[in-house]
């Protein structure tokens, strides 16, 4: 693809190819197997120790801050799962995909079949309307098309102030999931792989999970336990997605743009920490993440000075902030998405493309 940039033609393929030099040439997409197996060591003794934890405690409303940390921890299995999913992990396909499969499925109850399908159409076209399924219509109205279609009744008070319910409904995200893996693992008519082992694999960790509740657990305290992990997770998880695009200039349809553009001006990265990397699952780093998928995720951060420099030196914003900055700009545009980008093209990735 080549364009005009000061009356001179550039190849907009090369500027990506030289940032991929640059990245290769600091060794940031080798596999850092260590790295990982340390993860998924240390989350695995985690889990495990919490169900240590819970027989221990007993009968005790106690067991709730049990049921929080082990949403968080979850969590951490759905980031493993997402990091082996891109093959971030080992050289071997097949062994990132058993890994993705075993950790999503047997310790998040999500199947990795379902999970890679949509996970993937929105890395192929971030933001771009009728093709990215992470803002096509569901319960938030991502879109000003959506929006137009609630304007009356309960849909359109709900989308006037769905902002601030989005993230009260992130508690409810991990119902959702499940729901969502074990309708995809049940369809017949799909050609996934290893359909039956993923349905398996969610139904049976589901169903341990609510049997042993009601085993150890008065039915009250059953269901509190369970409410609180189920809401725990769906908040990290969501809460750490939600940043990554969520106000971002949405692209039309039939706009062509090259790769680094298509990744970079439609991406917001949140400004990191240790503990917001892993609480974060390295997702805060989501413009590197979506320019190299495959690249593991401790290697993020160190590509994020070379990819910035690189935007820079094009021309190509490249947007960090910090992290409740970042969940105010997603509050503010869901909010106010219907008066919003009303022109497709009257956005900050127009204004630079018209440039």
Request: with cysteine.
């Amino acid at each position: 693809m080549r364009g005009p940039v000061g009356g001179r033609p550039v190849d907009y393929t090369s500027r990506f190819t030289d940032l991929m030099s640059d990245v290769k040439a600091a060794g940031l997409l080798e596999r850092r197997q260590g790295y990982y197996w340390i993860q998924i060591g240390v989350h695995v003794a985690a889990f495990f120790g919490l169900w240590v934890s819970f027989f221990l405690l007993g009968d005790s409303w106690s067991q709730l801050v049990l049921a929080a940390a082990l949403g968080v921890i979850v969590t951490q299995f759905g980031f493993l799962g997402h990091d082996a999913a891109h093959r971030q992990m080992f050289g071997s396909s097949a062994w990132n995909t058993w890994t993705a499969r075993i950790l999503a499925g047997a310790f998040a109850g999500l199947s990795f079949a379902w999970w890679r399908t949509k996970h993937n159409a929105h890395h192929k076209a971030p933001n771009r309307e009728g093709y990215d399924p992470d803002i096509a219509a569901g319960a938030i109205a991502f879109t000003p098309g959506i929006v137009a279609q609630r304007t009356t009744g309960f849909a359109g008070w709900f989308v006037k102030r769905q902002g601030w319910l989005f993230f009260p409904l992130l508690t409810l995200e991990g119902l959702n999931l499940h729901a969502e893996s074990i309708r995809t693992a049940r369809d017949k008519s799909s050609p996934r792989p290893w359909r039956r082992l993923e349905l398996t694999l969610v139904v049976g960790r589901l169903s341990a999970y609510v049997v042993i509740l009601l085993a150890f657990l008065p039915p009250g305290k059953a269901v509190a336990f369970f409410a609180v992990q189920m809401a725990v997770f769906g908040f990290c998880l969501g809460a750490s997605f939600a940043p990554a695009h969520k106000g971002m200039p949405l692209v039309p349809p039939e706009m062509k743009l090259d790769f680094l553009r298509r990744q970079v001006m439609v991406s917001r990265n949140v400004r990191g920490n240790p503990v917001l990397d892993w609480a974060m699952g390295g997702l805060n780093y989501q413009i590197e993440h979506h320019l190299f998928p495959n690249m593991p995720r401790c290697n993020l951060k160190k590509a994020r000075p070379i990819v910035r420099e690189h935007c820079e030196r094009e021309g190509v914003d490249y947007v960090e902030v910090g992290l409740f900055e970042s969940y105010g700009l997603v509050v503010d545009y869901l909010n106010n998405v219907g008066l919003r980008a009303r022109d497709p093209f009257d956005c900050p990735l127009s204004a630079q493309l018209r440039g």
